[in-house]
């Protein structure tokens, strides 16, 4: 789909189309509907992000406490979204090994325990060493930095979501 197709889409369909790319916040994307016409890609992520940050903290700790746990586990239990279990499985999420599925269940209740909501990475840009590298120094960052960070990742996440529902401008002109 390109963006002019984006701009005509009754809001129903938007949210259809569009109301995962931050994970389980369709409630995002309704409120960004009203933000149309988007003049690109670019735009409608700009007014995504804008909406993010517009949030009070409460509400940005909201959208972490939606987020899946990376344990690998839930990768069979099939209680994950397409988009989420897709990109575990691209991280390599799927072929952890006994210990390592131990040691990341341990970091994720560690870090669950400390900051009070689920430890969030753009999974498709990481590996599963860069993972439990990233959530073992994260944990010891100071709260307002983690949650800083773990939004940016949630950015990242609806980046890539975004870059495979619409094509960018540059290859409409081929
Ligand atoms: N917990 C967590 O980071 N989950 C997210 N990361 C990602 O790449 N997809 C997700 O659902």
Same mark, same amino acid.
């Given at each position: 789909m390109d963006i002019g197709s984006v701009n005509y889409l009754p809001y129903e369909d938007f949210v259809d189309v569009f109301g ?9 994307t309704a409120?960004v509907w009203?933000?149309r016409p988007f ?5 409608l ?19 972490? $406490?939606?987020?899946?746990?990376? !344990? ?5 239990? &099939?209680? @994950?979204?397409? %988009?989420?279990?897709? *990109? ?35 999974? $498709?840009?990481?590996?599963?060493? !860069? ?5 073992? &120094?994260? @944990?010891?960052? %100071?709260?307002?930095? *983690? ?18 529902l619409v ?8």
């Amino acid at each position: 789909m390109d963006i002019g197709s984006v701009n005509y889409l009754p809001y129903e369909d938007f949210v259809d189309v569009f109301g995962n790319v931050v994970e389980k916040c369709p409630l995002i994307t309704a409120a960004v509907w009203s933000r149309r016409p988007f003049s690109s890609l670019a735009d409608l992520e700009a007014s995504i992000n804008d909406f993010i940050d517009s949030l009070p903290e409460s509400g940005k700790e909201g959208i972490l $406490r939606v987020h899946p746990d990376l !344990t690998g586990r839930d990768l069979q239990s &099939e209680t @994950l979204t397409r %988009e989420s279990r897709e *990109e575990q499985v691209q991280a390599g999420l799927d072929t952890l090994t006994t210990a390592e599925v131990s040691r990341m269940a341990r970091l994720n209740t560690e870090y669950k325990d400390h900051f009070g909501f689920p430890f969030v990475i753009c999974a $498709r840009m990481n590996n599963k060493a !860069t993972i439990l590298r990233q959530l073992e &120094e994260r @944990l010891r960052n %100071e709260r307002t930095i *983690e949650r800083a960070c773990a939004i940016d990742e949630v950015k990242k996440i609806c980046h890539l979501r975004l870059q495979g529902l619409v094509v960018p401008e540059t290859s409409n002109k081929l």
